[in-house]
């Protein structure tokens, strides 16, 4: 099944194996992944295209932010798995020829009625079968926990349970879960832990975008190198990827100085409710479905208006975005800093996504109600 390589293989000799042997790999990412995430499944799906496989993206949740389309290249991040595997009847037609074949659909359950010309069909001449997955590997980067992946690990079960998995990460709070484990918490970034694994294989397969792609996963999840968990390492790599035509003034320029007229007007009422309790190094905001009918956007345009916050908020260990979504319930947008962990603090109000960035769902629809229950909580949480 997996691993079928000698025991003796070290871990970066088993993953390019694994990809060599892969007919149809997919990357699939969280529900709510990280810019670091989705750039550097971008970087490392250029490679796979070079080593001469087709290979699609998955991610349940929001469309790949406008900042990030630079990297894109075009690429479409797909939010389910189309045509995963398909069905087959088989009939056995020596003894009774087929006249007519008809199907209905009717309360989600189809019914095929076959229809002989003479004679009968027995149950034996009739066979059901199923056809392999379209994908034979999963590449799984920044995904903590198999339920991250938010409704398409529940619809899809029995493919993620038997297609072997390919784990990539850098947080402790990973369960290693896949069929290899490929976990770098030395990494402060996804887009480290794949430089430094493409590195041990064959450094020539990292061209210039592919490059820029780990590099902009890197300044998104360091916010410039900021963040206190930044090492010599991380610096040197960071040179690295530069040395190989790494375009950090294009990113920087594309992540952080690229905001749309939309986007500027969301962050000026997002910044006019902005409030703060520097007692537990907490700030939060609230935006309506009004707020995005004036500024001209749509929830798309919170992943710019999280990294306002971040960036303007230094002092700020939890960061709350609370906003009315289409679906007539509460959302929010909770983002925290070591040692916090955003799934475990928003735990009552369905958190999926990862200890540095959770969505969560509050039932009410008034958001004034949702910004108490929220609040409350966070602060008893946070005082512990």
Known sequence: MFLTTAVSLLLHEQFLSQIKRAERPVIVLSETPHIDDIATAFGLA????????????????????????????GRVVLHDLPNIRSVTITIDCANAKVDTLTHVTENDILRIDVTPKHGAWRSDDVRVSTTGYRYDVILMIGVSDITALGDVATAYADFFFNTPIINIDHTAANEHFGHMNLVDISAVANGEACFDLLTRIDENLIDADVATCFLAGMIAKTKSFKTPNVTPKTLKTAGALMNKGG????IVEKLYRTRSVETLRLWGRALARLKVDNDVRLVWTLLTK???IAAGTNEHALDDIVEELLATSPDA??????????????????HTSRPHD???????FKASGTREAAHLSLSTTDIVEAEKILITHLRIELKR
């Open 290 to 292: 009004q707020d995005f």
């Open 317 to 334: 260990d939890v960061v709350a975005i609370l906003y009315e979504h289409d679906d007539d319930h509460i959302a929010v947008r909770l």
């Open 247 to 250: 375009r950090r003034d294009e």
């Open 342 to 348: 955003a799934l475990q603090l928003g735990s009552p």
């Open 46 to 73: 250029r490679i796979i295209e070079a080593l001469g496989k087709k290979i699609d993206i998955l991610s349940a949740g929001a469309p790949v932010p406008q900042n990030l389309a630079f990297l894109a290249n």
